[in-house]
């Protein structure tokens, strides 16, 4: 079941298209960057794109924080909303169900199928990042010592393991707080027969956590929002490591996965299903 | 005979609305069942019951001995469904439809699917359909590709929902030909339909559906069974009349009924008489007649209360 799941996930065409044009955006930065040298003033723009024209192999990182706040998310929720309430639009849900294919079943092999899409995803964008980076800028440093392969946010130089080491970690917790919105998306997917609904459900969740974040007032709750450490992975290339927000930031990424997919599957295994 | 589809007392409540309201289904092996009844009477909504896709309100449903929807991961590989039309990944070949509708779930091993696939796109002539994207395929062929679906790992009862919807005059023949071909070779076949025509040349038991009640159900045979009446055709009803007085139960145009379960019979006074005789047959009634006699309206006109 899951590796028919995943076999129609990844025979879609939609689905090397989106992961497509989410890549385009980061190469575009990396040309006109390549083309114009003129880089964001430390502390400006997207994390890392500042120090990428001297060491091209922060490009990935610097790729995943352009992608972070809309495009990854995005992607996300379209294909995680598209889950279940896909095939209820299609009309292929009352056959999966009927041949039977178990509902909690079903609902497992769509979650993998997501977590997979995240993970490929977030990879792709970072080993294309990655090309793009040592293709077009220097991949030598030139700010740290003799051993540095480059430098950690807080000036410090990193050993080239250290910086590999440091980016699979970072790539791992934003496959994680995708996770989140996957939670959300595939929740929205379990409630309506409209894919779009769903994804624009998720989307909607997005957008009010992040513009309660940048409210004074909203400060309370600013702890508990989805969106609230998903840049936390900046603080992996503190010299030491600032695990506080991270930690923090996998938690409530956690909560909010066991919740709504708790909520999904109590909706998805007892729902009428006239699609 | 063993019963495969049997409901007691099935209630689906919509809100205020009672969509199925209190059916007793009993379909039993060997047959192929009519189930009849206008659009919106229920019959989808029950044929989703019976699948465990539409959870009762009330009421049981068993299918090949398990109840449903607990048994369904046992009994239900033994199923094939067409449920209100077909449906398929747009982007996809029509074999591999096929082939991830079979992985999906219990009962299809993966060693004889390709065989079983080749064999079913055969049987509902798709044959040379090849890798043409189901997208492209025309709605005749998508509701043969359902069908092929159905048939995939050879089950014991079949459940159609209108399965020659979309399919032109011969595509309609050659379904039926394939429905009864299957079920001589002893599938059970559960149809449901609004097309009169269509049930009463393939099914030898009938339920009727109105308004979410079953008002009827019984062997074809029996409900159109002669009437005890033989219809005559005649340029000249009149003299009809006069010869067999007392026997004609009426006339219309050029027909005149009489009593009488013999045609012979009356066929001999009438030519004893010199009264012209153009046809001659013992009257029964059309599935029509008795579906419209037991059913009120149709089900989706609105009338106000």
Known sequence: ?275 | MTSVIVTRGLVKQYGRVRAVDGIDLDVRAGDVYGFLGANGSGKTTTVRMLLGLVLPTRGEVELLGGRMPRAGRRVLPRVGALIEGPAHHQHLSGAANLALLDAAGPGGSRRTRKHRIAEVLDQVGLGGVGRRKVGAYSLGMRQRLGLAGALLRRPELLVLDEPTNGLDPQGIAEVRELLLDLHRGGTTVFLSSHLLAEVEQLCSRVGVLDRGRLVLQDGMAHLTAPTGATVVDTPAPERVRSVLDGRVLGTSGERVVVRGTDPAEVNALLVGAGVPVTGLALQRPTLEEVVLAAAGTSADRVERA
């Open chain 1, 1 to 275: 079941m899951i590796g028919v799941e995943l076999s129609k996930m990844f025979r879609r065409p939609r689905t090397w298209a989106t992961i497509a044009v989410l890549n385009a955006l980061p190469v575009l930065v990396a040309v006109l960057l390549q083309l114009t040298d003129l880089a964001p003033r430390p502390g400006e723009g997207p994390p890392f794109l500042s120090a990428v024209l001297t060491n091209g192999q922060l490009f990935p990182l610097a790729a995943l924080a352009i992608v972070l706040p809309l495009f990854l998310p995005i992607a996300v929720a379209v294909v995680s909303g598209d889950a279940v309430a896909g095939e209820a639009q299609a009309g292929t849900l009352r056959y999966l169900l009927a041949r039977p294919a178990g509902r909690t079943r079903l609902l497992v092999a769509k979650l993998v199928a997501v977590l997979a899409f995240v993970l490929v995803t977030v990879v792709v964008v970072a080993v294309v990042g990655y090309l793009v980076g040592t293709l077009l800028f220097d991949a030598q440093p030139v700010t740290s010592g003799t051993s540095g392969a480059g430098t950690s946010m807080s000036g410090t130089p990193l050993t080239p393991e250290e910086l590999a080491r440091r980016t699979l970690l970072a790539i791992g917790y934003v496959a994680v707080s995708m996770l989140g919105v996957a939670a959300f998306g595939l929740f929205f997917s379990t409630l309506t027969d409209s894919p779009l609904a769903a994804a624009l459900g998720a989307l909607a969740v997005l957008v009010t956590s992040s513009l309660l974040f940048t409210l004074d007032a909203a400060s309370p709750i600013a702890p508990y929002l989805p969106t609230r450490y998903w840049l936390a992975f900046v603080d992996l290339f503190r010299d030491p490591v600032l695990w506080r927000d991270v930690v923090r930031g996998l938690a409530l990424q956690g909560v909010y996965v066991g919740v709504l997919l708790t909520a999904a599957w109590a909706n998805f295994a007892t729902k009428d299903v006239t699609s």
